[in-house]
């Protein structure tokens, strides 16, 4: 038992791992890969490794290309409105439920939050960081496994857009956007949650169909 466990503990980081470098795009999206340089590049294991390459090929983000190895997928316009597409009920669902499921302290933890975004204008990175932390508090709160489970790798795409695009974002937008989403969240207002959350949605829609440059 002691060992099955070990060996879940190494997938998941290894696929921790991967999704990291993914989004910050130390894997760029269209380079090729393989297996081998994916075991050098996280420290991990050939077998938590391909197990966590098979869980982000299923997620669309690695392409098995036959003889040649691994391609990160590549970013497009029709591909990320289509992720848009499908994340928006789900996204509805998850503010919806955590407003009305939120706990008195995960109500405290969405308010703090909020309040902790202010400081991540000078900062994409940080921006990224406390909205996974948000899309897990609200995941905590709503308690849905297969709304978190469709929605995350849809989520994960959605950051590496973020990055992708990092120099036509304008950052202040998209952290006003997250900050109203955990407050009226924490405030038990159904409407409004899904509300923002669609506003999150719609941001991203704006920013992706403004580039031209996006094929």
Same mark, same amino acid.
């Given at each position: 038992?002691?060992?099955?466990? $070990?060996?879940a503990?190494?997938?998941? !980081?290894?696929?921790?791992?991967?999704?990291?470098?993914? #989004?910050?795009?130390?894997?760029? /999206?269209?380079?090729? +890969?393989?297996?081998?340089?994916?075991?050098?590049?996280?420290?991990?294991?050939?077998?938590? #490794?391909?197990?966590?390459?098979?869980?982000?090929? &299923?997620?669309?983000? %690695?392409? +098995?290309?036959?003889?040649?190895?691994?391609?990160?997928?590549? +970013?497009?316009?029709?591909?990320?409105? &289509?992720?848009?597409?499908?994340?928006? /009920?789900?996204?509805?669902?998850?503010?919806?439920?955590?407003?009305?499921?939120?706990?008195?302290?995960?109500?405290?933890?969405?308010?703090?939050?909020?309040?902790?975004?202010?400081?991540?204008?000078?900062?994409?990175?940080r921006?990224?960081?406390?909205?996974?932390?948000?899309? &897990?508090?609200?995941?905590?709160?709503?308690? =849905?496994?297969?709304?978190?489970?469709? #929605?995350? /790798?849809?989520?994960?795409?959605?950051?590496?857009?973020?990055n %992708?695009?990092? =120099?036509?974002? !304008?950052?202040?937008?998209?952290?006003?956007?997250?900050? $109203?989403? +955990?407050?009226?969240?924490?405030?038990?207002?159904? !409407?409004?949650?899904?509300?923002?959350?669609? $506003?999150?949605?719609?941001?991203?829609e704006?920013?992706?169909?403004?580039?031209?440059?996006?094929?």
């Amino acid at each position: 038992m002691t060992r099955e466990i $070990n060996a879940a503990s190494l997938a998941e !980081k290894s696929y921790l791992a991967l999704e990291d470098r993914l #989004v910050s795009l130390a894997l760029p /999206p269209g380079s090729l +890969v393989s297996e081998g340089e994916l075991i050098q590049l996280t420290g991990y294991g050939r077998t938590p #490794v391909r197990e966590a390459i098979q869980r982000l090929a &299923q997620h669309d983000l %690695f392409q +098995v290309i036959p003889r040649k190895g691994l391609m990160v997928s590549p +970013v497009s316009r029709s591909g990320l409105l &289509q992720i848009l597409e499908a994340r928006r /009920p789900l996204e509805r669902l998850i503010a919806q439920s955590a407003a009305l499921q939120a706990s008195d302290e995960q109500r405290s933890g969405l308010a703090r939050i909020a309040r902790e975004l202010a400081d991540c204008h000078d900062s994409l990175d940080r921006f990224l960081a406390k909205c996974r932390a948000i899309d &897990q508090l609200l995941d905590q709160c709503c308690g =849905n496994p297969y709304a978190i489970q469709a #929605v995350t /790798p849809l989520r994960i795409h959605c950051r590496r857009f973020w990055n %992708f695009y990092r =120099n036509h974002l !304008k950052l202040s937008d998209a952290i006003a956007a997250y900050s $109203n989403l +955990v407050r009226l969240a924490a405030r038990r207002d159904l !409407k409004g949650a899904e509300k923002a959350s669609d $506003n999150i949605m719609q941001l991203l829609e704006r920013l992706i169909s403004g580039l031209d440059q996006l094929s």
